[in-house]
């Protein structure tokens, strides 16, 4: 059995015109390693075949092949590194120690409470549905709904208080975002 995959070449290296790609398709058998380290400089990224459970198939096709590809985060300088308190004047996150604390008082938040306020505060005004979240809170693989993120949102705000629980705003039939009030 075969696959098909596409290259993207960019056009210098496929004699087009400039500004043009070019797609080239070519039947691969399931073992074959296509040469996608071919497109890659020389390790700046490190390729691996895909779970084939993570790679969607189409009814009545062959399989699909996918390919994982790690490239390596930018070491920053001392001088760049961000600082160990991320936030604003109402909510400080400290990913070093993993706190957080609402208007100057330590929250008690699990770990996923934790990752769900950290990520909100990290995108102000941002509006994240509730599949983004669950994808980038709980990860790839988790297997859960929207009312997971529902309900881990519920204890944050009980969590932060009356006070404060209104910066976590609703986005009716979309998801949630993090809106620190004017005063802070």
Partial sequence: MTNLHT???PASAAS???GTHRHRLRSVAPDE???VAELLHSGAATWLPAPQHTVPSLPGQPP?????VLVPAEQPSPETAAPATRGDALVSIDPEQRTASVAGKQLDLTYLEFELLAHLVAHPHRVHTRDQLVTTVW?????GDGRTVDV????????????HRA???????VGYKYAPPAGY
């Fill in 64 to 68: 699909m092949i996918g390919y994982l």
């Fill in 16 to 18: 087009a015109a400039p």
């Fill in 167 to 173: 910066s976590i705003v609703t986005v009716r039939r």
């Fill in 139 to 143: 990860g790839y693989g988790h297997v």
């Fill in 7 to 9: 290259l993207s070449v």
């Fill in 152 to 163: 881990h949102v519920a204890r944050l705000r009980r969590k932060m208080g009356k006070e």
């Fill in 33 to 35: 390693v296509p040469p």
